[in-house]
């Protein structure tokens, strides 16, 4: 039998990747929330002796594969953005879910701005605000992926 | 509960270690194009993931498709079977020409161009990376796709095959920043490269002089030049040409003809050496199961 509390943490990532990566039309993509920010962000803050900058590591390369960038530039931004959390989860643990969502606003524009900064060294891009647009989505995203995921950690037992 | 990082490394090295390895990998990657050919194991890898995003959109134009009326289903019939019958009469006039162009070819002792493979591949994803163009298209190594293969729509060309997994490729559009495609206009046969803006619908020519003539509207193919992209598809438009004499070259821009931001079905050619006769291409063009090997 499948060991669900095994499987779990697992298992949303890699919905989370697939969420990430689904096509969707060209006027809802500039605002596509940072699915796997969010999940590793949640894991992080409520398991950190589980879930932390090398499991980050991970799904970032996996993230590159999917998207097709350059190995290693969402893996660098999701470590240091992990790390963040992890070095202070047990502040962050005891904010209410909404100061939570500022975090995650600041954490994800972080994200954006070390993805934007490595692309633009690698190729000549230039900024434009749309590209901040998840942040946005992402804050008001929080409370119920927050929500759904402290619910499923409680029924399977997650420790 | 365990108490946190007792065992293995601390938090900081972790970071460290993490952050040096992405560095590394960037620099491999990118600098050195060291994961060549381990790409098409990763990319394989990664496919289920990309098969199961697809999956809703799929189950959604699938149930559309079963939903659509008989009334328009009559009507598509009626306007695919009208322009099966222009293009027919068009390929008539066409394989006359062509007869006609190999011959006038041979006694002018040009070489005779050879014809094109195709096979019919259909988009799977598009990127919703912000800053690079890609999209994956349903073909791979099985199918005998190869790096820097030509890609087009039915209107030109959309751009050439960047990373190929077993069941499914990458495909670098046009109009992605990284990118440039020789071309020539068609008016007068001047030469151009159009390089990719970032944005769907705009390329831009560069170091084009003031002095040269080119105008609104005229037509930019596919100049063979490169060796990556075959003679004579049709790429781009000429959409605004700027000359403002206090810089160095006109700023002149283009639209590509290919619809980047519709694509669904997409062509993909094999350049045939000059011993494969046409004939055999006729058979299995456009069926989609023409076997993709390459001599």
Sequence with gaps: MLKAHHYAVPISIIISLVLQIMPLPIQADVYRPDWTLIVLAYWTMALPHRVNVGVAFLTGLALDILLGTALGIHSFALSLCVYVLAANYQRLRNYSVWQQAIIIGLISSLYHLVVFWLQHLLTDIYFQFEYLWPVVTSMVLWPWVFWLLRKARRQFRIL | ?295
């Design chain 2, 1 to 295: 509960m365990d108490t946190i990082f007792t065992r293995g490394p601390s938090l900081n090295n972790r970071l460290a270690l993490a952050i040096a390895l992405s560095v590394l990998l960037i620099f491999v990657d990118h600098k050195l194009d060291g994961f060549k050919s381990t790409r098409v194991y990763l990319n394989s890898l990664m496919s289920p993931l990309q098969y199961l995003a697809n999956l809703p959109g799929l189950l959604l134009s699938e149930s559309a498709q079963r939903l659509t009326s008989h009334q328009v289903l009559l009507a598509e019939n009626e306007r695919l079977t009208n322009r099966v019958l222009i293009m027919s009469e068009r390929l008539q006039r066409f394989e006359l020409l062509q007869s006609e162009n190999i011959q006038l070819r041979k006694l002018l002792d040009a070489p005779v161009k050879p014809g094109m493979r195709k096979m019919v591949a259909e988009l799977m994803a598009v990127d919703n990376n912000p800053f690079s163009q890609q999209i994956v298209i349903n073909k791979g190594a099985i199918d005998g796709v190869f790096e820097s293969q030509s890609v087009l729509d039915d209107q030109g060309i959309v751009g050439q095959v960047m990373e190929v997994g077993t069941t499914n490729s990458r495909v670098l559009l046009i109009s992605d920043v990284t990118h440039a495609i020789p071309v020539r206009s068609l008016r007068n046969n001047i030469r151009f490269i159009a390089s990719g803006s970032g944005s769907l619908d705009e390329l831009y020519l560069e170091h084009v002089p003031h002095s040269v003539d080119i105008q609104e509207g005229d037509l930019l193919i596919s100049s063979g030049l490169g060796d990556v992209f075959p003679e004579g598809y049709p790429v781009a438009r000429v959409k605004s040409v700027i000359h403002n004499e206090s810089r160095p070259f006109a700023s002149v821009s283009a639209q590509p003809l290919a619809s980047l931001d519709r694509l669904k079905y997409l062509l993909l050619l094999w350049p045939l050496s000059e011993g494969e006769l046409t004939e055999d291409e006729q058979g299995t063009t456009l069926t989609g199961q023409a076997v993709g090997d390459r001599k």
